[in-house]
């Protein structure tokens, strides 16, 4: 276990310097379209799934990549850790994430949050702000664009019960377009609330497609039972394989909110 502390540290100061270095190659872009911002971002995310790898030897295995629909969408992830915040881009075209408002004040990397068109959302707005978000979010998906939303809405400890919101299934009925259901183990290897990163092999799962034109109710039902069905299989194959590579499960934060 002293080995994955050493690990998992020297991992999260390489992961920033990496953050660091990635934004200032992309200082250029903000002269250019969004796609090369894109591009350089997609870049960042790739170089950090690898350093999980040959730092912490995290191994990703990628499932379903066939059944990722082509254009407009809506991709609906479980949320276990920050790993699926910026891992999933590479995966589309012209990825699109709802973020708070706040993070746009931080120096460059909220210019680009701006630059490449996502979604600020100002938690303390109350009605107004879910409102405008509502309204702006299948305008940006209608034109092309494949929004990546976490429907608990926050991240969620592996084991946790779980609490799909209302909100993802206003901006499927209000897009006519597909939803792509993701289910993945992060929360066992980049656990939430702690540096500690741990080895194994990370899966991540594109599950069919649900069409559009389901209602907001079927669509909630729907997605959650696909995810968290298709999660917990994940999460008991990496619980297994992890008990092989250290004999017991590593210690991780409650599985209550």
């Known amino acids: 276990m002293v080995s994955i502390f050493l690990r998992s540290l020297v991992y999260n ?16 872009t903000f002269l ?82 701006m630059k490449s068109g996502m979604i600020g959302v100002d938690r303390g707005g109350g009605m107004r702000s879910l409102m405008e978000m509502a309204r702006r979010a299948p305008k940006e998906i ?17 084991g946790a019960p779980p609490d799909y919101m209302t909100g993802v299934g206003q901006i499927y009925t209000s897009s006519g377009v597909p939803c792509l259901p993701v289910a993945l183990n992060s929360g066992l290897f980049w656990p939430r609330r702690t540096f500690m990163r741990y080895p194994g092999t990370l899966v991540v799962e594109f599950l069919d497609p649900l069409p559009a034109g389901l209602n907001r109710k079927e669509f909630i039902v729907r997605i959650a039972t696909v995810i ?11 619980r297994e394989e992890q ?6 499960v590593p210690s991780a934060p409650s599985g209550k909110k």
């Open 228 to 238: 968290e069905a298709a999660t917990n299989r994940l999460v008991e194959a990496a």
């Open 142 to 158: 209608r034109s092309g664009r494949q929004l990546i939303i976490f429907p608990e809405g926050t991240r969620t400890p592996v």
């Open 243 to 248: 008990a092989q590579l250290f004999g017991v």
């Open 32 to 113: 250019m379209p969004r796609r090369a911002f894109m591009a350089v971002a997609k870049m960042w995310a790739r170089s950090s799934v690898w350093l999980l790898r040959v730092v912490c030897n995290t191994r990703l295995e990628v499932r379903g990549l066939e059944k990722i629909p082509v254009g407009p969408l809506i991709v609906a992830s479980k949320h276990q850790s920050m790993w699926e915040t910026f891992a999933l881009m590479p995966y589309f075209d012209a990825p699109l994430f709802i973020y708070k408002r706040e993070l746009a004040w931080i120096p460059f990397f909220g210019w680009y949050l």
């Open 13 to 28: 100061v390489l992961f920033y310097v990496l953050l660091v270095f990635w934004n200032i190659v992309a200082i250029p």
